[in-house]
């Protein structure tokens, strides 16, 4: 098939807003893993927690999904704080080997994704939000409102997030105890408080990414697993706990997924991102800009 | 006790449940204590590599399927008896976790867990893509007429399980009371450590992927017989992860004997929901089951059902 | 006690023991009548749920009617069914329960292809005669004497019922030259994709595209605008209902041109799709099996319809009903002839009495050939055009899905191209 012009231009476009996406949905994992290590494998299924909540809120009130994913955060956030209270009590304290808490957060994946079957089923849900539907055209690049919409959306939680942490007092706390936990508690701050801050922030996004992506694409309980490599794919080509790393990983993935969904067919896409992954833990495990 | 009574007394085990299996009123029997089975091959599997070297393998369905699809193209290409085809299935799956093991090698710890995890899709992701065993389209097994030694073809299926659940048993056990059972158990106390003291870690971690691989392709070798429809969605579900993770945990990991009790305790609740219709038949009860279980256990009990044993049966100190 | 209190318990008493021993009576012979079960996986969730639920009220109305007339044999019938979930891989398990542990004494399929087939191996290991709810050539590979098949397909399924797409695609002005094929990677899309490709080279087609999706895509953007870069003349889909409504939203979001669009989209006839997507359909050709046009008036059609839509539109399942309910009536009017005339459940014999019977059913008369599919096909395509809004009253009358192919019941000529159509 002739690469025409038009269309890689298009499938790049398409991969850039995607990747704004993916961005806003790996920044939680970024947090709890790149910088506090913890390995919250199930953040996928608060993702999809949010695309829930957003779909029900939508259809019984009208609401728009990412004002609905702005009103909850505060409850995805004390979800968050309540986790890592679990967490912290059974595991950090106990000093147990990653393995434990690796195990209680995949069973914690699989029980909300099964909550969500009972409830919903396992039917596809979308939400109708009044610019889907909407498509920008300028000459060949189509700009679909679908995707505009959280792309913009996605920058503007991240860049909030990078001044948070850079410039407010608790967000400073959060990048030391990262850093040097031992040095923040001889300095009489409680890393476990920052800490759960910090996990509270992380499931916040969660929420939010899980309104993006029900306004992209149709969602249903499992699709959360398809998120969990790519979430650590983004994260560790990033290089753990940079934002500026992580948000061109998240990119850099979202074209490359594009274009070979478009030219070589979307059943090769799931191995782009895993074998990303792959070569990357293979060869360079501290990522493009890791420390 | 010494191995080779273990083995003998294994056997005979294994002898009086086929004997007691006979007896069931019902063929779905069979087809049940086929599951649980499965289940605890491949929960041993896990073990020899979790439990005992410490490495947490999130693709125990990628070396499963590996088994279950090297089957279908020997129904397509090569018909053989199904043993054999176990024993290629095994050979795949072998060979793939020692390709596993050297591309992981530097990795420690979640970073290992989650190359097994990309591992695994990159895997479905081709065999999705391979139009010879179907692609997405799955591929059907039509059981052949004739049944070798037994008159129904489950009963048989039930038999071959029974035997590599006998073999990874065995297996498991032997390893732990050998000297690469110590090998293992120094990798995952302290992998540093063990390096400076001279243990060879990277042959011995090939080892463990390399069996834990293959007895995870062999238990996957029948499954299309059984099943007599294979799509990779169903052959690489996660599902087989969190199972394979949690039997092992809730039974306790460092024992051969606690992957046995994960797996029949789970397997067999799950069997019972399955037919009772709890939750109105929905498959995705199973899930919650062993998801309710894991985390339960990994918050009480983290050193399983035999750690409690263990603790219960101390004596006490006054 | 008091005397007066003494009496009165003991006239209740009596007065309970008459009337349990009433109630045993008029139980007792339905009692020792042993149900006739009917066991099926049904999709009531997942992507076919909109028709699996049409098609369980479906066979519901028959159970109810014929244990209303006594029961089969004089047995009442009893309905064992699991949701597939429109999962493939859960369908060798439900029907292993359904055969060794619910011990059905009859076996019907589930709705679609993909659900369909998984079942066989199992169906054929324990000799059972499979009734057939839909599916496209599914016995083609299995060969097996005992499956029959309610769809219209006829005896040749991969050509029949896509022909007439072709054909009336051939009639748009200016003549197709090149033609473009996508399906999902499962079994109905492959075996309709499949026919596609032999029926474009019989006609000289160029086949410009030619490729398939994963049956999860959600995102058919990147795969319309590949398409669209090849230009073909005519675009061939094989889809299931979150394909095909997917499709449509992506061709309207791109802005799709070709001469004709549409092919083997499952889900554009169900109710639910149609509101949904409403005008978007417009300009589409697409298979369909029964339309309000006044060419497909068949008797006793109209009353199963009367029967069925209130009762659908009350269980939230298709509220027109014109695609699988009625097939799957006939379907079980069918087994219940058998069963009754072969006087038992005997799948043999019952196999043997459905081939070599002619039966009259709500969606008319009914021939089956040697491999189970319907002597004679009738699959229509239809071309919809005028749908404003997404009500669905405006599916009630003719006129939105003209039927344009076979010429047998075409009740109008194709109009072209796709993209003049839409707007």
């Known amino acids: 098939m002739a690469i025409s012009l038009d269309l890689l231009l298009g499938a790049v476009v398409a991969g850039i807003l995607l990747g704004g996406f993916y961005a806003a949905v790996t920044v939680g994992v970024s947090i709890s893993f790149g910088m506090l290590d913890i390995v919250n494998i199930a953040h996928p299924a608060f993702i999809i927690l949010g695309s829930y909540i957003a779909y029900i809120v939508n259809t019984h009130f009208g609401l728009d999904p990412i004002l609905t994913s702005i009103i909850v955060a505060p409850a995805f956030y004390a979800l968050g704080a309540a986790v890592y209270q679990v967490y912290h009590l059974v595991f950090e304290r106990r000093g147990d080997e990653s393995l434990r808490g690796l195990a209680f957060f995949f069973g914690l994946l699989f029980i909300t994704e099964v909550g969500l079957i009972l409830v919903f089923g396992v039917d596809y849900r979308f939400v109708d939000a009044v610019y889907v539907g909407t498509t920008l055209h300028y000459g060949p690049i189509d700009l679909p409102l679908r995707m505009l919409v959280p792309f913009v959306c996605s920058m503007a939680l991240l860049a909030g997030l990078q001044l948070f942490l850079s410039r407010s007092f608790i967000g400073r706390a959060i990048m030391a105890v990262s850093q040097d936990s031992l040095a923040l508690q001889l300095m009489s701050a409680s890393p476990a408080r920052i800490k759960r801050i910090a996990f509270g922030i992380s499931i916040a996004t969660a929420g939010v990414a899980g309104a993006f992506l029900i306004i992209i694409q149709p969602v249903e309980p499992s699709i959360g697993r398809d998120y969990i490599g790519r979430v650590f794919a983004i994260c560790v080509m990033g290089g753990l706990g940079s934002f500026p790393g992580m948000l061109a990983a998240a990119l850099l993935l979202g074209v490359v997924e594009s274009i070979t969904a478009t030219f070589y067919g979307p059943s090769w896409s799931p191995a782009v991102a895993f074998g990303f992954l792959l070569l990357t833990l293979a060869f360079r495990p501290s990522g493009i800009m890791g420390r | ?318 | 006690m008091s005397k007066p209190l003494i009496r009165a318990m003991r006239a209740k008493a009596i007065a309970c023991a008459a009337a349990a021993l009433l109630l045993l009576a008029s139980t007792w012979p339905a009692a020792a009548a042993e149900p006739i079960k009917i066991g099926f996986g049904m999709a009531l969730t997942g992507g076919l749920a909109g028709n699996g639920k049409a098609a369980l009220i479906a066979i519901q109305i028959w159970a109810e009617e014929v244990n209303a007339k006594g029961g089969l044999l004089g047995r009442p019938v009893q309905l064992v069914y699991y949701d597939d979930q429109t999962n493939p891989s859960t369908v060798p398990g439900i029907y292993t329960k359904l055969l060794d542990i619910d011990q059905v004494d009859l076996v019907v399929s589930g709705y679609g292809t993909n659900l369909e087939a998984p079942a066989m191996p199992i169906i054929m290991q324990h000799g059972m005669t499979m009734m057939g709810l839909f599916g496209l050539a599914v016995n083609d590979q299995f060969h097996y004497d005992r499956f029959f098949q309610i769809q219209p397909n006829g005896p040749n399924a991969k050509i029949s019922s896509i022909e007439g797409f072709f054909e009336a695609a051939m009639t748009a002005k200016p003549t197709p030259k090149t033609v473009a094929i996508v399906g999902a990677d499962a079994e109905y899309p492959k075996v309709a994709t499949e026919g596609a490709r032999e029926i474009a080279k019989k006609l000289g087609l160029k086949i410009v595209y030619d490729r398939s999706y994963p049956p999860n895509t959600v995102d058919f953007t990147p795969i319309i605008r590949s398409i669209q870069a090849a230009n073909p003349d005519v675009i061939y889909v094989a889809s299931y209902p979150p394909d095909s409504a997917g499709m449509v939203r992506a061709a309207n979001e791109v802005g799709l041109k070709a001469t004709v669009f549409g092919g083997g989209m499952i889900g554009l006839q169900f109710a639910a799709l149609k509101q949904q997507l409403g005008p978007m359909l417009n300009g589409i050709i697409c298979y369909d099996l029964y339309v309000p046009e006044p060419t497909m008036n068949f008797p006793g059609i109209k009353e199963f319809l009367t029967k069925y839509q209130p009762r659908a539109t009350e269980a939230g399942a298709d509220p027109l009903g014109f695609y699988l309910p009625p097939f799957a009536y006939a379907a079980m009017q069918i087994l219940g002839e058998a069963v009754e005339e072969t006087q038992g459940v005997d799948q043999a014999k019952i196999a043997e009495y459905i081939h070599k019977t002619a039966f009259k059913t709500v969606v008319g008369d009914i021939r089956f050939a040697a491999n189970g599919e319907w002597a004679e096909p009738r699959i229509i395509f239809v071309q919809y055009r005028g749908i404003t809004g997404n009500d669905l009253e405006q599916f009630k009358k003719p006129g939105t899905a003209v039927v344009v192919a076979p010429a047998r019941y075409k009740s109008g000529d194709v109009v072209a191209p796709y993209t003049e159509i839409k707007h």
């Open chain 2, 1 to 318: 006790m010494r191995t080779a009574t273990f083995w003998i007394i294994a056997i005979a085990v294994g002898a009086i449940i086929f004997g007691l299996f006979l007896l069931a009123p019902n063929a779905y029997y069979f087809s049940a204590g086929f599951t649980v089975l499965q289940f605890v091959v491949l929960a041993t599997a896990w073990n020899i590599l979790g439990g005992y070297t410490g490495y947490v393998n999130f693709g125990t369905a990628a070396f499963f399927a590996l088994g279950a699809y090297s089957t279908v193209v020997l129904y397509k290409l090569l018909p053989m008896p199904i043993p054999l085809m176990v024993l290629v299935g095994g050979t795949v799956s072998g060979l793939v976790g020692l390709g596993m093991g050297y591309l992981t090698l530097r990795l420690r710890g979640v970073f290992f867990s989650i190359a097994t995890l990309a591992m695994a899709v990159v895997l479905q992701t081709l065999i999705t893509n391979w139009d010879y065993v179907g692609g997405s389209r799955g591929a059907y097994i039509l059981r052949p007429q004739h049944t070798p030694l037994l008159g129904d073809f489950v009963p048989y299926l039930f038999l071959i399980m029974l035997v590599l659940a006998v073999v990874a048993v065995a297996i498991a056990r032997t390893i732990e009371r050998s000297r690469l059972g110590y090998g293992f158990a120094a990798i995952r106390d302290d992998e540093l450590a063990a390096e400076a003291a001279g243990v060879p870690t990277l042959r011995l971690k090939l080892m463990a992927t390399t069996l834990s691989g293959a007895l995870m392709g062999m238990a996957g070798a029948p499954y299309p017989y059984f099943i007599t429809y294979l799509d990779p969605a169903s052959g690489f579900n996660l599902n087989y992860a969190v199972n394979s993770i949690a039997m092992p945990l809730i039974g306790g990991m460092t024992s051969w004997i606690g992957p046995i009790i994960g797996a029949l305790l789970i397997g067999s609740i799950q069997q019972i929901a399955t037919v009772t219709n709890f939750f109105g038949g929905n498959p995705a009860v199973n899930l919650l089951i062993v998801g309710v279980l894991l985390v339960a256990f990994v918050i009480i009990a983290p050193n399983g059902i035999v750690g409690l044993a263990q603790t219960w049966l101390k004596p006490r100190r006054r």
